[in-house]
């Protein structure tokens, strides 16, 4: 018959290791949230990558401002702060 110790011990390595799928299965999850997105500023090929629920947000708000720097700073551009 098994003692009570070792049922004890059963126990928590089964918790142990039901905890370590449920925190592998909650950060896989968070990797879905991934948002890519490319685009051309600066001269070059610019390519963003967030995680998280605001991600969107996030990125337009980085495009929005590089794209500023871009028009101030631009040789190319007629009203750049440049030129």
Do not use: C
Not at 3 to 13: C, D, H, I, N, S
Request: aromatic share 10%.
């Amino acid at each position: 018959m098994i003692g009570l110790t070792q049922q004890f011990e059963f126990l928590v390595f089964i918790i142990l290791i039901s905890t370590i799928f449920i925190v592998s299965y909650l950060i896989g999850r968070n990797k879905k949230d991934t948002i890519i997105r490319q685009f051309y500023a600066l001269g070059t090929v610019i390519q963003l990558r967030v995680y998280g629920t605001n991600g969107e947000r996030a990125i337009q708000e980085a495009i929005e401002r590089l794209n500023d720097i871009d028009d101030k700073m631009s040789v190319f551009k007629e009203n750049s702060d440049v030129l």
